[in-house]
């Protein structure tokens, strides 16, 4: 079995989630319109976050190996599902990356490319299979 790396529970809160993650503890709920109470972010957020934020370290890492000059990265993520034939869909999710610092054009071009080799992305791109089970 894999070593545990993030621990989630709830209890009878409509629908407040404590995450665990290493020595980092944090809240995921859902807006109120969907009977949350909106403390934290909802899972489509969380999932979203950890696209973009892989994505930002990846450029920041190599634009540092190459000595680049880039000040900061932005990045801004939204997702939508499109209804495909029988129960199933394709899910699209557009990335915006947002460069700051004294970089020519190759260099920007290379950066935004560079954020598809983030492994976050990469798992995303790949299929991906979900093995549940019960413990006592």
Known sequence: MAEEIVRISIGRDKYKTTIEAANHKFIGDEPEEYGGTDLGPAPYD????????????????????KEWDLDKVEISLSMEKEETEGNSFITHINRQVKLYGNLDEKQRQRLLKIADACPVAKIMKNEIRIDSGLVE
């Open 46 to 65: 969380f999932m979203l976050g950890s696209l973009g934020s892989c994505s930002a370290i990846t450029i920041r890492m190599y634009a540092d190996r």
